[in-house]
Structures are given as C-alpha cells and as structure tokens.
Nanobody, 117 residues
C-alpha cells in the first residue's frame, strides 16, 4: 500500500512561515511528479505546487513567489516552505502524486495550517 504522512502544520500569524514535510511509504518520490494540495473549509481540494521528475516546479498563482516545493531524495520526503503566509492560506495540506498515480495510493490525513492573528 502507498501511504503519505504529512507534518509541520500549525498556527502562525499573517506574514509568518511554516515548513511542511511529507513522508512516503511504498513509493519513491523521485520517480513521480509530486504535489502539495490544500483544502479549505467549504472548498474543493486544489493543487498549490508541483515538482516534476526532472525537478522543474509549478505553482498556483495564489502562492507563486511565497511557497517553494522541494524533494529530499535521500529521505524520500516532499517539502513545502511557506513564507509570507496569509489568512487565505488556511487549509489542510496534503501531498500526493500529480500525474502518474500508483494504483494503491491513498490520501493521507493531511496537516492543518491556520493563519490568523
């Protein structure tokens, strides 16, 4: 079974930073395009950042210039550095493959990010 465990979320004031991590089991991240998704209350899940197998990256317009996605191949971890956080970034954040998805992949529990003063 392919599983993901996200961590690093929490409460932060507007303008603050957080670094999210995602550990995978049953999958080697470097062989897949991987992304960070988020889902805010009452909204659909959306893709915020993607890293391709060749390490090129793509970002949702709402986070470009503030978020940075990266991958630690030695640890098989996906990372998301979030700076200049805004209240509208409040959501549960998940990692998941973005293009080719293993049949046995399941969404993890996500990690909650709250941006509020």
């Amino acid at each position: 079974q392919v599983q993901f465990v996200e961590s690093g979320g929490g409460w932060v004031q507007p303008g603050g930073s957080l670094r999210l991590s995602c550990a995978g089991s049953g999958i080697t991240f470097m062989f897949y395009a991987m992304g960070w998704y988020r889902q805010a209350p009452g909204k659909e899940r959306e893709l915020v950042a993607n890293i391709n197998r060749n390490d090129t990256t793509d970002y949702n317009d709402s986070v470009r210039g503030r978020f940075t996605i990266s991958r630690d191949n030695a640890k098989n971890e996906l990372l998301l550095q979030m700076n200049s956080l805004k209240p509208e970034d409040t959501a549960v954040y998940y990692c998941y493959p973005t293009k080719r998805v293993p049949t046995a992949a399941r969404w993890g529990q996500g990690t909650q990010v709250i941006v509020s003063s």
